[in-house]
């Protein structure tokens, strides 16, 4: 069996960004998708040894991009037992394992277990159970949050902000020397006058 990697998230939309990144990084394939519970979300990944620890330090970087306090552990294991593979079978109709599934037919099946995932995790971040906005951090400065909405939308981005304290997000705001407030009108702002002239400032910077 090959090298294994995994990273578990606090939140689905860490798992996407780390999902993604692995992929990119290096050539392993994406295994499954594993929801633990408590908001926790494990992506798996294999290949080479060299590969998945490209893919791993891949992942964690892009998860601490969006926020350090969203990535729960990570693991890398050169050299699996060979019973572990069981765990990362590829499932036929109704979960079980595919008993058809042979060597020749392995791209195939891990071509459906790829699509499987992503179409998972997909349907993860549009679940209402769960929020929308996992593992907010308690400091959101001007590069993170660039990054959030040209990724996710400005939606997104003023979603992320809305989450933080009026201390925070004053901070935030001071800096950016293009909003119409400053010095003391930003340390005196509200919440939703501070939300405002930033969500102003993105669209027209958009335009």
Do not use: C, W
Request: charged content about 30%; cysteine-free; hydrophobic content about 40%.
């Amino acid at each position: 069996m090959k090298a294994l990697g995994l990273i578990e998230t606090k939140g689905t939309l860490a798992a996407v960004e780390a999902a993604d990144a692995m992929v990119k990084a290096a050539d392993v394939t994406l295994v499954e998708k594993t929801r633990v519970g408590g908001g926790l979300v494990t992506i798996t990944v294999t290949g080479d040894v060299a590969a998945v620890q490209a893919a791993v330090d891949a992942g964690v970087a892009a998860v601490e991009r969006i926020a350090a306090s969203s990535l729960a552990a990570k693991l890398v294991i050169p050299r699996p037992h060979e019973e572990l593979e069981i765990l990362f079978t590829p499932k036929g109709p109704g979960g079980k394992t595919d008993p058809g599934v042979r060597d020749e037919e392995e791209p195939e099946a891990e071509d459906a277990a790829v699509r499987e995932v992503v179409e998972e995790v997909v349907e993860e971040v549009e679940d209402v159970e769960e929020s929308p906005h996992p593992a907010l951090p308690e400091k959101l400065d001007r590069q993170t949050l660039d990054s959030i909405i040209e990724k996710y939308g400005i939606a997104e981005g003023m979603a992320m902000a809305d989450g933080l304290k009026v201390t925070a997000l004053r901070t935030l705001a001071r800096e950016y020397g293009e909003l119409k407030i400053s010095g003391r009108e930003v340390s005196k702002a509200n919440k939703q006058l501070l939300l405002e002239e930033l969500k102003s400032y993105y669209e027209a910077r958009n335009d």
